[in-house]
């Protein structure tokens, strides 16, 4: 059974950073298709960022395209979203998710949560104005 646990959400203002963490129990990320998506109030789930399984692209929704980089730590294990010039309108849970089928495919593919097998439960993320 895999598990993914996310960290480095909290409180921020407006303009601030955040770097969040995913960590895999049970499997190594690598080489795995990793993604952040995120849900903030009242809102549906949608796609932020992702990092094919061999690592030879990314992939970011345009909200963030400039602000937010996802990257991959081989020796730890884990994949990390660096979240600068953060806005009110970043205020969500943010989840990781993973695609064990290690598919060759375009930006639709890895910006649809269904393609992903496995969840984590999610880190707040917070953004004063």
């Known amino acids: 059974q895999v598990q993914l646990v996310e960290s480095g959400g909290g409180l921020v203002q407006a303009g601030g950073s955040l770097r969040l963490s995913c960590a895999a129990a049970?499997?190594?990320?690598?080489?795995?298709?990793t993604a952040w998506f995120r849900q903030g109030p009242g809102k549906e789930r949608e796609f932020v960022a992702a990092?094919?399984?061999?690592?030879?692209?990314?992939y970011y929704s345009d909200s963030v395209k400039g602000r937010f980089t996802i990257s991959r730590d081989y020796a730890k294990n884990t994949v990390y979203l660096q979240m600068n010039s953060l806005k009110p309108e970043d205020t969500a849970v943010y989840h990781c998710?993973?695609?064990?089928?290690?598919?060759?495919?375009?930006?639709?593919?890895?910006?649809?949560?269904?393609?992903?097998?496995?969840w984590g439960q999610g880190t707040q993320v917070t953004v004063s104005s």
């Open positions: 998710a993973i695609d064990l089928s290690r598919a060759w495919s375009g930006r639709g593919y890895f910006i649809s949560e269904d393609n992903y097998d496995y």
């Open positions: 990092v094919t399984w061999d690592n030879s692209n990314t």
């Open positions: 049970g499997r190594t990320l690598n080489p795995d298709s």
